[in-house]
């Protein structure tokens, strides 16, 4: 796929293997001082998500999943260990790479949206195209693609104050998606959200694995939404217990609730 790239923004190298996953972290580790000690927040990490894979992290509160999400997007960085994402690792080279990489590969959806509340869904949508420099004219019909893949081409002219939860969590995940990055990272999508919402952005995700090939990792506390993934990953106190990962989704909740009180958490 061609990319609009600007002059002004470094480009990072290709991917370097067409079977590199789409994201791969080794054995990364978080620092953090607490009483004068250092404690890891996040521990040994290590796991790698495939092209159009999509993997749920479940753990209760606490046990790092923000942490691992920011590292993993390259808005924070580990103390030890990397993240490669396409290939490329986000620990090297200058701040102004990273967020290139970030820009063109990374999609990051919030649990309060962080929609701008003066401009209208359509410019919320395409905000991340005029950053990196990006044609409007050109990406036009592929943005009116993602506004109905996500059910809210009829709310472009309006305003954020004057959309529900859902429909707010629909239009950050358009935005999100809008520079077509190979990789889209959640933290908690469905937290702020109704029930029948959050069932709703679930399935839009999964919808959008299947028409657009993103691969998603989803973070959250809710058994439910975790139970939609191909995947379940497990943090506790800050490490992944990988040999209780589930494969073969999507489970039945009863799955998840169940592999939880086996794990504990
Ligand atoms: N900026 C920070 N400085 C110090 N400690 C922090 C910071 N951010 C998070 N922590 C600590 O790191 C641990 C993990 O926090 P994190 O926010 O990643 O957890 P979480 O699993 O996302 O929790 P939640 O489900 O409540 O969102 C917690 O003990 C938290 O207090
Ligand atoms: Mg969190």
Redesign the pocket.
Known sequence: MMRAMTSASPSPAAPSAAAAPVLEARSVFRL???DGQQ?A??RDVSFALRAGEFATVM????????????LLAGLDKPSAGQVLVAGDDLGSGDEERRAAVRRQRIGFIF?FFHLLPDLTVEENVTLPLRIGGQSLRRSAGRIDSLLDLLGIAHLRGRLPHALSGGEMQRVSIARALSTQPPLLLA??PT?NLSSKAGEEVIALLRSVRDKLGTAILL?T?NPRDAAAGDRVLF?HD?ALRNESEMRGGPFGVADVFHRLSQLGI
Request: no cysteine.
């Open positions: 953090r001082a607490s404690v927040i996040v753990g209760p509160s606490g046990s790092g999943k923000s942490t691992l999400l920011h649990q933290d908690e937290g973070v506390h943090l800050g």
